[in-house]
C-alpha cells in the first residue's frame, strides 16, 4: 500500500500517478467515443437547421467547436444531446481511472483495464446520474420560477404577490438554486472518484458531494487549483514533447521526400480545424506567459494525387490521436488528483481511511469461504469460542 500523508503532499502525486498508460488509455477512448457522439449530433443539428453537409464541412470540418447558427428550438435540443454524450463518456472514463488510481494506491498495481470495465457496469449509473439528477432539479427551479413570473403577469393579484413572496420563499429558492448550480459543476469533478471509491449509489454519491464541499471546502478549492495547475503543465509539456517528435519525423523523412511531404503535411492539417485559440491554449503554458511552442498554421490545403489525398487524411487521423493522447493525459491527472483529494478530504472529514477499506475481490473471497464452510465446522468454531462460564455450568 502507498504510504499516504493525508495533506496537500499528497496531491503532488497526480502528473506522477496519471502518466500510465493504463489511465491515458481509458481516458482515450472516453475522450474519442465522446467526441464522435459530438460530432454526430452536431453535424444532425447543422443538417436540421438547413445547412447543408458540405457547407459544414467547409467551415467547421471535423471540429465544430464555435460559431452554431442554429434557428430551430430542436436543433439546439439535438445539439445538447451530443453534448451530454460527451459528457457522460467522459465522467464514465473518468470513473474507471478513478478505480485504477484506488485500487494502485492500496497496492494493486496491476488492476486492469478489463476489471476497471467490470465495475463501471456494476456502477455506472450513480456516476453520470448524480450530475443529471442535480441538473434536471436545477431545470425544476428554473420551471418553477418561469410559472412564477407567468402568475406575475395577472392584473393587481400577481403583482402584490410578486412583492410579499419576493424574500421568501423566491430569494430562498434562488439562493439554493445558486448553491446548486454551483455543486452541479463540482459534481462533474467529485462524482466519479465518490462512485470509484465507495461504490455508493445515486443518492448517497450527491449526499458525499454536498458533505464534502459544505464540511471541507477551502481544502478542495486549493487542492482543485493545484491539480488545474499540473493538468496545464502536463499538457504543456506532453503537447512539446509530441510536437518535437512530429518534427523529427519530417526532419528525418523530409531528407529524401522534401516537398512532396511537405504538401501531403499541409493538406493533412487542413482537416484539423481546430480554432486557432484553442491550439494557441494548448501550445502556450499559461495566459499572459508567451512560453510556448509554435504550430504551423492551419491553411486550405492543396491539390494532390488520389494517394497523396490518402496519405495526407491518415497523417490527419494519426494528429488527431496525438492531440486527443496529449489532453487524455491531462485529464487523467484531473481524474486522479480529485481521487487522491476526496481521499485525503473523506480522512479529515469523516476519520476514515479509504484506502483501509476492502477490496472487491477480498469481499468475493470472504463471501466464498463463507459458502464453503460446512455447518458442522461452523458449530465446532461457536463450541471453541464459548467462554469459561458456559463450561462451568455443563459440568
Known amino acids: 500500500m502507498t504510504k499516504f500523508y493525508f495533506d496537500v503532499r499528497d496531491v503532488f502525486r497526480a502528473p506522477r500517478l496519471a502518466l500510465s498508460p493504463k489511465k491515458i488509455l481509458l481516458q482515450f477512448m472516453g475522450l474519442l467515443v465522446g467526441y464522435l457522439g459530438y460530432l454526430i449530433f452536431t453535424y444532425l443539428a447543422f443538417l436540421s437547421s438547413g445547412l447543408s453537409f458540405s457547407h459544414t464541412w467547409k ?16 436543433s439546439w ?50 456516476a453520470f446520474l448524480s450530475p443529471v439528477s442535480m441538473l434536471a432539479f436545477i431545470a425544476f427551479l428554473i420551471i418553477c420560477g418561469i410559472v412564477v413570473g407567468l402568475l406575475g403577469k395577472i392584473p393587481y393579484l400577481g403583482e402584490l404577490g410578486i412583492g410579499i413572496f419576493y424574500l421568501i420563499p423566491l430569494f430562498a429558492a434562488a439562493l439554493c438554486l445558486a448553491y446548486v448550480i454551483f455543486i452541479f459543476f463540482v459534481s462533474l469533478l467529485l462524482a466519479p472518484v465518490v462512485v470509484a471509491t465507495l461504490k455508493e449509489d445515486t443518492f448517497e454519491t450527491i449526499v458525499q458531494i454536498f458533505s464534502t464541499v459544505w464540511n471541507q471546502a477551502w481544502r478542495y478549492f486549493v487542492y482543485t487549483g493545484l491539480i488545474g495547475v499540473m493538468s496545464k503543465v502536463g499538457i504543456f509539456i506532453f503537447g512539446y514533447f509530441s510536437f518535437r517528435a512530429v518534427q523529427l519525423i519530417h526532419l528525418s523523412c523530409g531528407v529524401f521526400m522534401k516537398g512532396k511531404l511537405t504538401d501531403i503535411t499541409e493538406e493533412a492539417l487542413s482537416y484539423i480545424t ?62 486522479t488528483g480529485q481521487t487522491l483529494t476526496y481521499i485525503i478530504l473523506r480522512k479529515k472529514k469523516d476519520d476514515e481511511d479509504l484506502l483501509e477499506r476492502k477490496t472487491e475481490t477480498e469481499e468475493e473471497e470472504e463471501r466464498k469461504e463463507i459458502l464453503e464452510t460446512p455447518p458442522e465446522a461452523g458449530e465446532e468454531k461457536e463450541k471453541e469460542v464459548k467462554s469459561p462460564d458456559q463450561s462451568e455450568e455443563k459440568t
Request: hydrophobic letters at 50%; one cysteine or more; a negative charge.
Open 59 to 74: 467551415y467547421h470540418g471535423l471540429f465544430p467547436l464555435s460559431d452554431f447558427p442554429f434557428t430551430e428550438w430542436y
Open 77 to 126: 435540443v439535438i445539439f445538447v444531446f451530443g453534448c451530454l454524450i460527451a459528457l457522460i463518456c467522459w465522467l464514465l472514463a473518468s470513473t474507471m481511472v478513478g478505480k485504477v488510481t484506488y485500487e494502485q494506491l492500496k497496492g494493486d498495481d496491476f488492476y486492469s483495464s478489463k476489471e476497471a470495465f467490470r465495475f463501471l457496469k456494476k456502477h455506472f449509473g450513480p
Open 274 to 335: 481546430i480554432p486557432q485559440h484553442f491550439l494557441d491554449y494548448f501550445s502556450n503554458i499559461f495566459a499572459g506567459i508567451n512560453f510556448r511552442f509554435h504550430l504551423p498554421e492551419i491553411g486550405p490545403g492543396i491539390y494532390l494525387n488520389w494517394s497523396g489525398e490518402i496519405s495526407a487524411f491518415l497523417i490527419a487521423i494519426s494528429l488527431i490521436i496525438v492531440i486527443f493522447m496529449v489532453l487524455s493525459y491531462g485529464l487523467a491527472i484531473i481524474s
